[in-house]
């Protein structure tokens, strides 16, 4: 069974930075694609930013040149640096994983984490 547990979320001021990470455990073959999804209260769970196997990377217009995403394959692990943070990027941020081949499953499967809060204080 996989598994995905983040950490490195928080309370902190705007201006400030927060680094956050996510594992996936288990029996993995690969992984397509790693990413960060946040759902503020009221709104719908959006895209953040994600990262391919290969190293392309996507972002969310809200935080491009802001944010950092990054990969360690050999760890199945992804980071999302963010800084300048605003209070508006509060939200659960969730990690996710797509196309993740396992033996146990036939075919590619995404998982999700159980999400992280990140609050921004003005």
């Known amino acids: 069974q996989v598994q995905l547990v983040e950490s490195g979320g928080g309370l902190v001021q705007a201006g400030k930075s927060l680094r956050l990470s996510c594992t996936a455990s288990?029996?993995?073959?690969?992984?397509?694609?790693m990413g960060w999804y946040r759902q503020a209260r009221g709104n719908l769970r959006e895209l953040v930013a994600d990262?391919?196997?290969?190293?392309?990377?996507n972002y969310a217009d809200s935080v491009k040149g802001r944010f950092t995403i990054s990969r360690d394959n050999a760890k199945n692990t992804v980071y999302l640096q963010m800084n300048s943070l605003k209070p508006e990027d509060t939200a659960v941020y969730y990690c996710?994983?797509?196309?993740?081949?396992?033996?146990?499953?036939?075919?590619?499967?995404?998982?999700w984490g159980q999400g992280t809060q990140v609050t921004v204080s003005s």
């Open positions: 990262i391919t196997s290969g190293g392309t990377t």
């Open positions: 996710n994983a797509a196309g993740v081949l396992t033996p146990q499953r036939v075919g590619a499967h995404d998982y």
């Open positions: 288990g029996s993995i073959f690969s992984i397509v694609a």
